[in-house]
């Protein structure tokens, strides 16, 4: 506790250099214990080359989470933990938000550098683009991404499972307040708005350079990994109705899908535990979601039903 005062004070320091009266981005924060990695995510986005105003919607934290948020954050919105949910969370922070431009990051998640914001937002300047987004790769494709991909509904409806995340993200606030997001969803509330937003005619755009830390996945273990990608998929099965695939389909993914080159390079990525144990996890989760969706006969592709209990921060 003795560090706490200095650190505070720091990130107060940091609130009132940075803070302007009319942002051009806001940056949305969902926290929930997270005095351990809100520090770093409040530090990391306060060090942006474009002033931001910062929005922390806390959903019952019992650590210092709080104290720490309100020394760094312009405004602090807090969500009882019964009423939480991804898309509600989002909805709060936007709904305060006051840029035409909002983030939303990952209370354990960190941005690759200080030109995030200023990179997110010239993808602007298209008049088409609705939101952002960071990506390695490409759809369907082994190469890595080498300039903005502007996905569209045929992309995401040739790779239902490939797109939108609001682990590090941004959006038109215009877009949001006529599609906010599903509160009702426990999960996939980002796949499933990138797809109303796209079938309303914008594009989504795609960059490298905005993919935010995702180290959090694998810091708990693969067991954990596994539960939280498999309830992952069995939300996107229910979401986009598809059938798992075959196990021809999974030895292809495991075996030629890759993205790296080189044979060493390949076997390695072949026998690597993490991407082996998603894998698995996508395909028992896709399966569990089918089994349900023929279990309910005609039941509409997005059945609540088939997403309870589909939760991860």
Same mark, same amino acid.
């Given at each position: 506790m003795h560090g706490a005062a200095p650190l505070h004070a720091e990130l107060a320091a940091s609130r009132q250099v940075m803070s302007v009266a009319s942002p051009r981005a806001s940056v949305i924060i969902r926290t929930k214990d997270s005095a351990r990695t809100l520090?770093?995510?409040?530090?990391s986005v306060r060090a942006q080359t474009v002033a931001c105003e910062v929005v922390v919607v806390d959903s019952g934290s019992r650590d210092a989470t709080l104290s720490i948020a309100r020394a760094g954050a312009d405004r602090v919105l807090q969500l009882p933990a019964e009423r939480f949910s991804f898309g509600r969370a989002l909805n709060v922070g936007a709904g305060a938000a006051g840029a035409p431009i909002h983030f939303a990051l990952s209370s354990h998640s960190m941005p690759p550098d200080g030109h995030w914001i200023e990179r997110s937002l010239a993808k602007y300047d298209r008049a088409d683009v609705a939101a952002t987004n960071g990506a390695l790769g490409a759809p369907g494709s082994s190469r890595p991404l080498s300039a903005t991909f502007f996905q569209t509904l045929a992309d995401a409806s040739r790779y239902p499972f490939w797109g939108f995340s609001n682990t590090g993200s941004s959006w038109r606030a215009t877009v949001w307040a006529e599609h906010p997001f599903d509160e009702a969803l426990p999960a996939?509330?980002?796949k499933e708005w990138g797809l109303r937003v796209l079938r309303a005619g914008w594009v989504?755009?795609?960059?490298?350079l905005l993919c935010v830390s995702d180290a959090h996945r694998t810091e708990h273990g693969l067991r954990h990994l596994y539960r939280r990608t498999r309830r992952e998929f069995e939300a996107l099965g229910a979401l986009f109705a598809r059938r798992p695939p075959t196990f021809a389909e999974f030895?292809?993914?495991? &075996?030629?899908?890759?993205?790296?080159e080189g044979p &060493?390079?390949?076997?390695?990525r072949r026998l690597n535990p993490i991407r082996m144990t998603e894998l698995l996890a996508k395909q028992r989760g896709l399966r569990a979601s089918w089994s349900l969706e023929s279990a309910l006969g005609d039941a509409p592709p997005v059945d609540r039903r088939a997403l309870e209990g589909c939760r991860s921060r």
């Open positions: 520090p770093g995510a409040l530090a996939c509330e980002d989504i755009a795609f960059d490298p030895l292809s993914e495991w &075996l030629v899908e890759l993205d790296v &060493l390079r390949r076997t390695r």
